[in-house]
């Protein structure tokens, strides 16, 4: 493709915008995806083209101009008329999924960690360990209580057992991604997530046990080890899948971001293919803000592997000496190009409601684990309160010491001295220089994309 054809092409695609923006309600979030695809498409052959040519102040001038354009095409949520029905059953669905995570953290999250270690000195079957598939009946309930019926395109159990190592590449715009990552993986999957978020009792919890692994942004050196922890548990696992979202953060518009460097640093660490993942529905139900869900459908898709060395002909190399930063770019557009041809072809699904069947039993379900619950507690604390001779208020400060004491226990843990004892062996120290390489890069281009602004004034 020519300069001139790339020109061309952004003119087709200017109109296409402006036909878009003269009356935005009259699309969908499919087509909205849609758009969105082509404009990141076209700047990814701009960049193709730069690439060849060193330096061309056209594509420059092309690449601000699709950026603008892609800022005009954000997706709307799902906002549904309700009625007094309505409201009643938001209320009650988010008084049971708040339930849930109380039940869930309690009672499954460290039999869940106790399976885990269970499996490994077992050696269980990747496939049919004891720890996920508790872990699934117990995200199955959080989907079930949420309302959201589950649907998946392209898993490929053969994927995940030919690669024992596998870096899932998702997309990331709603809080209940994390919970989809989980459940749709056929194998044992690690994921990352900022420090703070294990700071909340249960969820913390719960984000352990499905695999979760706090990340300290504001300490480079703490960031570089949880990534490095990553690493020696997937070679030190038979069958392991690391989750990142390439992205960096939640997506405010639902549409996808410019990708980070530090998924592809750790695909080349762990000398691993990248298996795309696609989410389309959760942002357009459960957008960043909301604190409930609509329900409606998501679907969940997986793209076939992509390996930064082709399997034709060719054998298999470590790629930790071959790959220099023109490979390693070219891969990401190749990750990247992928994802916007599959997010372009989005199913006609997206944004429709469950059956009023479906709707019944989880708002059934919600009441039935709400009024038990209560029920079960007013048990269990009279029972304690007629034995220890507590008050009620005592029973209630006992209850909060314990769960405080619990979460900061498992947060000094898992931030600060599990840390301390990764073994700086030599496969792990040359993770280590790459994953910095890669913390360096990423956390350097947040700087200057949050400076940029007060340059320009």
């Known amino acids: ?167 899932l590449s998702f997309t990331h715009a709603s809080n209940l991604d994390g919970f989809l990552v989980a459940y749709t ?96 529905g959760a942002y357009d139900l459960y957008p960043v803000g909301n604190w409930v869900n609509q329900t409606g459908v998501i679907t969940v898709r997986y793209l076939p592997p992509i390996s930064f060395v082709e399997h034709n002909d060719v054998v298999h190399q470590t790629v930790a000496t071959q790959i220099g930063p023109n490979v390693r770019a070219q891969f990401l557009r190749k990750v990247r190009r992928a994802t916007l041809t599959s997010l372009a072809d989005a199913p006609s699904t997206i944004g429709q409601d469950v059956s009023v069947a479906y709707r019944v039993a989880s708002f059934v379900a919600n009441i039935v684990l709400v009024v038990g619950s209560f029920w079960g507690f007013q048990v269990f604390r009279r029972f304690l309160v007629a034995r220890y001779a507590l008050s009620t208020v005592g029973f209630i400060g006992v209850l909060l010491l314990a769960m405080a004491a619990v979460t900061v226990a498992l947060y000094v843990y898992y931030v600060y001295l599990a840390t301390l004892f990764v073994r700086e062996d030599s496969a792990a120290a040359a993770s280590s220089s790459s994953a910095k390489t890669a913390y360096r890069e990423d956390t350097s281009s947040s700087d200057k994309q949050q400076t940029e602004p007060k340059k320009t004034k």
Request: proline share 4%; aromatic share 10%.
């Open 1 to 167: 493709m020519s300069e001139f054809d790339l020109e061309e092409e952004y003119k087709v695609v200017e109109e296409e915008v402006k036909k878009y923006l003269s009356n935005v309600h009259d699309f969908d979030n499919v087509y909205r995806r849609k758009l969105y695809s082509r404009i990141e498409l076209l700047k990814l052959d701009v960049e193709d083209v730069q690439e060849r040519l060193v330096k061309s102040e056209r594509c420059e001038r092309l690449l601000e101009q699709l950026q603008l354009l892609a800022k005009k095409v954000p997706l709307i949520p799902i906002k549904r008329k309700g009625n007094l029905f309505t409201k009643l059953e938001v209320a009650v669905r988010f008084l049971g999924v708040a339930v849930m995570f109380i039940f869930s953290g309690t009672f499954l999250s460290l039999p869940i960690l106790f399976l885990r270690v269970v499996d490994i000195v077992l050696q269980h079957d990747p496939f049919q360990y004891w720890s996920e598939i508790l872990k699934k009946w117990m995200l199955l309930g959080f989907l079930f209580l949420s309302g959201i019926e589950l649907r998946t395109e392209g898993i490929n159990n053969e994927d995940f057992s030919v690669n024992s190592r596998v870096l």
């Open 185 to 280: 993986c056929p194998i044992r999957q690690v994921a990352f997530g900022k420090k703070e978020l294990f700071t909340v009792p249960f969820f913390a919890w719960i984000s352990l046990a499905i695999g979760g692994i706090p990340v300290d942004r504001g300490n480079r050196e703490r960031a570089v080890a949880a990534l490095k922890m990553s690493v020696n548990a997937a070679r030190q696992s038979g069958n392991l899948c690391v989750a990142i979202a390439p992205e960096g953060t939640r997506s405010t518009t639902g549409q996808l971001l410019p990708y980070k460097k530090g998924a592809f640093y750790l695909a080349e660490d762990l000398n691993a293919p990248i298996v795309p993942l696609l989410i389309f």
